[in-house]
């Protein structure tokens, strides 16, 4: 059976029929994760101020406006605005048009067409964008050597430009999570000028077609004005987009209420209080449920003790997952041990037993022994300013005779290339949950740190990867899924909320999506009421 995806129809409502769910779930491993909205008064209503400027404020920012050389967060809340997505994400979290307006897959998943609208321009040029523009901007993603993302397409064979409108992918296996892939991740699936692809300007200045051109940038604030023509006129809502970076989560919020920003990301440990200002200041919050999956990222490879399954299991048995959602992510996580998310089609609740999830001291001492570890010591890698997980961690870890030091990078860059750079043992992350193939892919397959996927995994990924959409594939995630619980590589913690704090003025907060490499979030349609 061929599959089919038109223009204003989600994946689940073409597919239709009892059947549905499932292969939306299995295609992108977001069935149930939809957003959730929570206003204080009369929050966004009345009309749009064309005119107005949005004001944001993120942890840190990229200066680097090359879609493929971001390293995730900085950029991702950047790209969005200049360009526009092969694909971008509904508000369940399933992919849905952009510059494609409809694909198909052939019958084995290695053949995916997509038609593309034929009314995008580039704003440096006003050329047109074409399915030209969409191979060679794919085509670099995966060949150039200052690509990030080039693991990500280790599959992808060859891209054909078969006419203006029409453009065909060529997997080395069936790739149905590609299309999770294209809209979750703007440094995929942006397309940029052709002929700006290879003069190496676009580290400075984008070459888009989105509804936003970049006026300045800095490493503390970039500006975005409105371009005075966009197909996409749910687009553009404000005159002007300020961003700024700030480090600090606490003097995020302060501004917010002050009146000095109009939306901020919730950070670490500000959920009770963001929900408290929603009724006693008249803000608004939005958030995007169990969208991503926080972990102790490991570090296995340079003749690493965490190379050892058995010290891998002790650290996981270590952890009271319990409390450390209560410390750290307060009342937006769910403590967790399993692989997936509840969004992802191999999750099992099951795995996730209440006594597995509290702290097994007995047994994480019973598994070092059995490695022949003593005395060991590990480094947590962390952001400064924000330790407050790596804390808890680390006293949880010397309960059972593991010694945790923290180091601290100052900024979201530096934690990322520190990570990079194979120094550190472990860091607390995070991925993101659209599709379980994706987030095998994402943290074991395209990870050096992770050592790859281990050899007691390689059968059962092998088998989910070839699987067509269905049942079959659900249930062969889902022994992936039990075999790295049972055996983990990055050592799961909690499944967590995304979220937004706004003023009341801000209106389409509800259309923001929270993207890979969370907490970044794109901001094209947001704006204020007049």
Known sequence: ????????????????????????????????????????????????????????????????????????????????????????????????????????????????????????VFNDDGSKLDAAAVKTSVERAKNDKSSLVAGELAALKGVEAVDATTVKFTFSAPSYSFLSDLAGDPRISSVVNPKRATDGSLVKKPAGSGPYTLTSATQSKMVFDRVAKHWDTSSGLAKRLEVQAIMDAKSRLNALRGGQLDVVAIGLGQATTANGLVKSAGLQTFYSRKAVKYLLEVNTTGGSPLAKLEVRQAISKAIDRTAYTKTVLQST???????FSPSNAGYDSALDAPAELKAQPAEAKALLKKAGVSGLKISILALAG??????????????????????????????????????????????????????????????????????????????????????????????????????????????????????GKVVGLDTVRLLSFSPAFEMRRIGLSS
């Open 333 to 339: 996580g769910d403590p967790s041990v399993q692989a």
């Open 1 to 120: 059976m061929k599959r089919y995806h038109r223009t204003e129809r989600s994946r689940r409502e073409f597919l239709g029929g009892a059947l549905a769910a499932t292969l939306a779930l299995a295609v992108t491993g977001c069935g149930s994760s939809g957003g959730t909205e929570q206003k204080g008064g009369a929050a966004g209503n009345g009309t749009v101020d064309r005119n107005a400027t949005v004001k944001i404020a993120i942890d840190s920012l990229s200066t680097n406006f090359d879609p493929i050389q971001n390293i995730g967060s900085g950029g991702n809340y950047t790209l969005p605005q200049v360009y526009d997505q092969l694909l971008q994400l509904d508000e369940k979290l399933n992919p849905k048009a952009m510059l494609a307006t409809k694909w198909q897959y052939n019958d084995d998943g290695t053949e995916l067409t997509m038609t593309l609208r034929d009314d995008a």
């Open 386 to 503: 924000s330790t407050t997980n790596a804390e808890v961690l680390q006293q949880q870890l010397a309960d059972v005779g593991i010694t945790a030091s923290i180091e601290t990078q100052s900024n979201f860059a530096g934690l990322i290339q520190g990570w990079q750079s194979g120094k550190y043992d472990t860091y607390i992350g995070s991925v993101d949950t659209w599709d379980p193939a994706a987030m095998i892919r994402s943290g074991l397959t395209t990870m050096p740190q992770s050592g790859g996927v281990p050899d007691y995994l390689k059968d059962a990924v092998a088998k989910a990867d070839s699987a067509a959409l269905g049942d079959a594939r659900d249930q062969a995630f889902h022994e992936v899924n039990k075999i790295l619980t049972e055996k983990p590589v990055h050592i799961p913690l909690a499944d967590a909320d995304n979220g937004l704090i706004a003023s």
